[in-house]
């Protein structure tokens, strides 16, 4: 049972415009969601956060929205680069339970091109 | 900056063969964990650690086993390797959750 969905495997964009991901998912229990980036032949990087006490988080030119009712979050990056073109990965971890200690669960990615 | 270091980019094994994954932080991380990342499968959690000497089945830990006999090394030991296992694996660590996780780079591995 995939609890974080990604339903979008690709994403072709043109530099300049906003790239917009989607992220889904059916645990009710997450409360924190992150967004990593994954270039080729490298480990994914941390690339933004958020609580589930917020509704927003914007770090330059990323933007994450989330909404609990919905479920859903989205990843927004603008204007695009073409140094964006990579694969994103949404994820969400369960912290409620105490502690700092959590696991991450990702979803299947979808890879952005940005095109010059 | 955490550094992440997977000992190996690339390797090749054959069939039935014991295979040693190394991974080490140099942050005194507590948490470190194993994921292999498929196309079309995104990435999956193979086993985790919380602290040294423990570990955590993740969701796929069939064919796998870890030892923390160190907090800063994770190791990820495939007992007799299958072609099925031919993959990317993933090694990160994480101090808390405001850091998200830090990964390596990656080690491919090639059963034949």
């Known amino acids: 049972d995939q609890q974080v969905k990604q339903n979008s495997p690709s994403l072709s964009v043109q530099e300049g415009r906003i790239s917009i991901l989607n992220c889904d998912y059916t645990?009710?229990?997450?409360?924190?969601f992150l967004w990593y980036k994954k270039y080729p032949a490298e480990g994914p990087t941390f690339l933004i956060s958020?609580?589930?006490?917020?509704d927003k988080n914007e770090d330059g030119r990323f933007t994450v929205f989330l909404n609990k009712s919905a479920k859903h979050l989205s990843l927004h990056i603008v204007p695009s680069q073409p140094g964006d073109s990579a694969v994103y990965f949404c994820?969400?971890?369960?912290?409620?339970?105490?502690?700092?200690?959590?696991?991450?669960?990702f979803g299947k990615g979808t890879l952005l091109t940005v095109n010059p | 900056d955490v550094k992440v270091t997977q000992s190996s980019r690339y390797l090749v094994k054959r069939t039935g063969e014991k295979v040693f994954l190394e991974c080490v932080q140099d942050?005194?991380?507590?948490?470190m964990f194993w994921y292999r990342q498929d196309p079309g499968l995104g990435l999956r959690l193979i086993y985790f650690?919380?602290?040294?000497?423990?570990?955590e089945k993740g969701d796929i830990p069939e064919g796998y086993s870890v030892s923390r006999e160190k907090k800063e090394r994770f190791s990820l030991i495939l007992e007799s390797a299958s072609t099925n296992q031919t993959s990317m694996y993933l090694c990160?660590?994480?101090?808390?959750?405001?850091?998200?996780?830090?990964f390596g780079s990656g080690t491919r591995l090639t059963v034949v």
């Open positions: 990160a660590s994480s101090l808390d959750r405001g850091s998200g996780y830090t």
């Open positions: 645990n009710s229990m997450f409360d924190y």
């Open positions: 958020i609580s589930s006490i917020k």
């Open positions: 994820a969400a971890a369960r912290t409620n339970s105490g502690g700092s200690n959590y696991k991450l669960t």
């Open positions: 942050m005194d991380h507590e948490n």
């Open positions: 650690s919380y602290d040294v000497k423990m570990k």
